[in-house]
């Protein structure tokens, strides 16, 4: 960064057994782009480097028995406290987030609260899990990409932290565009189109090429509540709520 630059307006740090996933994966495209810029800025922590013998142990087998392997508590509290620790400061080490199928499913709306934070330090389990007591001991705040399973929580870092950049300054073209998306009014987008006019017999709707703004937004909320009670029955239980005055 140059002296002239200005600080980072998010950070992101991530642990991992894989930080090169991590890495690799965020520098294209707008994230690669406002990481180039400063916009953000991404550090990633090699959990391996906190190990406690020489052959670079990180995960035992669980008590009580049982399948796998669960990453120890003593290596990972290690690794996670040297990463707060080399912020300075509690308060900007930001929110900690542990990545489990456990945790409270992620929304637009934590995303909103995340890209708010100065820093984000994620933790990325592996195998059977991280062991129950580091989530206390570290703060972690357990959060979940959707009711299925990953290997570990590096495409789940990689998601979050692509969906906070996204919404920072500076970093999509015309944020206008933001508020219009699936989720930000509690409906999902509607139904996009391009040229040409008419392509394989399918006609783009007439109103939209009409020129009557007025009409384009009516039609435009119209097709969002109908997919959104369509696909998404929860979604539309809660803004009907919402939109009725009774939430």
């Given at each position: 960064?140059?002296?002239?630059?200005?600080?980072?307006?998010?950070?992101?740090?991530?642990?991992?057994?894989?930080?090169?996933?991590?890495?690799?994966?965020?520098?294209?495209?707008?994230?690669?782009?406002?990481?180039?810029?400063?916009?953000?800025?991404?550090?990633?922590?090699?959990?391996?480097?906190?190990?406690?013998?020489k052959?670079?142990?990180?995960?035992?087998?669980?008590?009580?028995?049982?399948?796998?392997?669960?990453?120890?508590?003593?290596?990972?509290?290690?690794?996670?406290?040297?990463?707060?620790?080399?912020?300075?400061?509690?308060?900007?080490?930001?929110?900690?987030?542990?990545?489990?199928?456990?945790?409270?499913?992620l929304?637009?709306?934590?995303?909103?609260?995340?890209?708010?934070?100065?820093?984000?330090?994620?933790?990325?389990?592996?195998?059977?899990?991280?062991?129950?007591?580091?989530?206390?001991?570290c703060?972690?705040?357990e959060?979940?990409?959707?009711?299925?399973?990953?290997s570990?929580?590096?495409?789940?870092?990689?998601?979050?932290?692509?969906?906070?950049?996204?919404?920072?300054?500076?970093?999509?073209?015309?944020?206008?565009?933001?508020?219009?998306?699936?989720?930000?009014?509690?409906?999902?987008?509607?139904?996009?189109?391009?040229?040409?006019?008419?392509w394989?017999?399918?006609?783009?709707?007439?109103?939209?090429?009409?020129?009557?703004?007025?009409r384009?937004?009516?039609?435009?909320?119209?097709?969002?509540?109908r997919?959104?009670?369509?696909?998404?029955?929860?979604?539309?239980?809660?803004?009907?709520?919402?939109?009725?005055?009774?939430?």
């Open positions: 960064m140059s002296q002239t630059q200005a600080p980072p307006r998010w950070r992101a740090t991530v642990l991992s057994l894989f930080p090169e996933m991590v890495r690799d994966a965020l520098c294209h495209s707008l994230a690669g782009r406002a990481l180039e810029a400063g916009i953000w800025a991404l550090e990633t922590v090699d959990i391996r480097a906190f190990a406690r013998d052959h670079g142990s990180v995960d035992d087998a669980p008590f009580g028995g049982g399948p796998g392997m669960v990453l120890r508590a003593d290596v990972v509290a290690a690794a996670v406290e040297a990463a707060v620790e080399a912020t300075h400061s509690g308060a900007e080490a930001g929110r900690r987030i542990l990545f489990t199928p456990r945790g409270r499913p929304d637009q709306a934590r995303v909103r609260a995340l890209a708010k934070e100065p820093r984000v330090t994620m933790l990325c389990g592996r195998y059977e899990g991280v062991d129950e007591r580091v989530v206390a001991a703060g972690l705040d959060v979940s990409l959707g009711d299925f399973v990953l570990g929580g590096e495409p789940a870092a990689i998601a979050l932290i692509d969906a906070c950049v996204r919404l920072l300054p500076g970093v999509v073209g015309d944020p206008g565009g933001l508020a219009e998306e699936s989720f930000e009014q509690g409906l999902l987008e509607y139904p996009q189109y391009s040229r040409p006019a008419e394989r017999g399918l006609r783009v709707p007439e109103v939209l090429l009409s020129g009557d703004h007025a384009i937004r009516a039609w435009r909320r119209g097709e969002a509540e997919a959104t009670r369509e696909r998404r029955p929860d979604l539309w239980a809660r803004y009907s709520l919402a939109r009725d005055g009774k939430a």
